[in-house]
C-alpha cells in the first residue's frame, strides 16, 4: 500500500502563489508517476500535472501551464506544486496521487491522498 499525505493548501487571492506538499510512504512506486488533480464543486476530478520519479519528465493541463509547476524531492519522497498567478477558477480540492505509469483519467489512478482545499478569492 501507499500512503500520500497533502498540505499546503489554503485561502489565497487572485494573482496570489500557494504550494502544495504531497508526502509519500510504505510501498512507493520507484519508477511510477505522481501526479496531482483537483475537483472544484460540482465538476469532474481532473487531472493538473505529473511528474515520474525517475525521469523527471512534466506533464501540464493546458489549462495551467506556465502558471503551475510540478517537482519532487526524491529523498524526502515528496512532490511539489508550485502555483502561481492563481485564479478563482484555480479554486478546488487538490490530490495528490501515483501510478505506475501517467493516467490523466481519474478513473485509472491507483493510489489517492485525502486532498487538500485552495480557494482563490476575486
Known amino acids: 500500500q501507499v500512503q500520500l499525505v497533502e498540505s499546503g493548501g489554503g485561502l489565497v487571492q487572485a494573482g496570489g502563489s500557494l504550494r502544495l506538499s504531497c508526502a509519500a510512504s510504505g510501498r512507493t512506486i520507484a519508477n511510477g508517476v505522481m501526479t496531482w488533480f483537483r475537483q472544484a464543486p460540482g465538476k469532474e476530478r481532473e487531472f493538473v500535472a505529473g511528474?515520474?520519479?525517475?525521469?523527471?519528465?512534466?506533464y501540464y493541463a493546458e489549462s495551467v501551464e506556465g502558471r503551475f509547476t510540478i517537482s519532487t524531492d526524491n529523498a524526502k519522497n515528496t512532490v511539489y506544486l508550485q502555483m502561481n498567478s492563481l485564479k478563482p477558477e484555480d479554486t478546488a480540492v487538490y490530490y495528490c496521487?501515483?501510478?505506475?505509469?501517467?493516467?490523466?483519467?481519474?478513473?485509472?489512478?491507483?493510489?489517492w491522498g485525502q486532498g487538500t482545499q485552495v480557494t482563490v478569492s476575486s
Open positions: 511528474i515520474g520519479w525517475s525521469h523527471k519528465i512534466t
Open positions: 496521487a501515483t501510478s505506475s505509469r501517467l493516467h490523466r483519467n481519474y478513473a485509472d489512478v491507483d493510489y
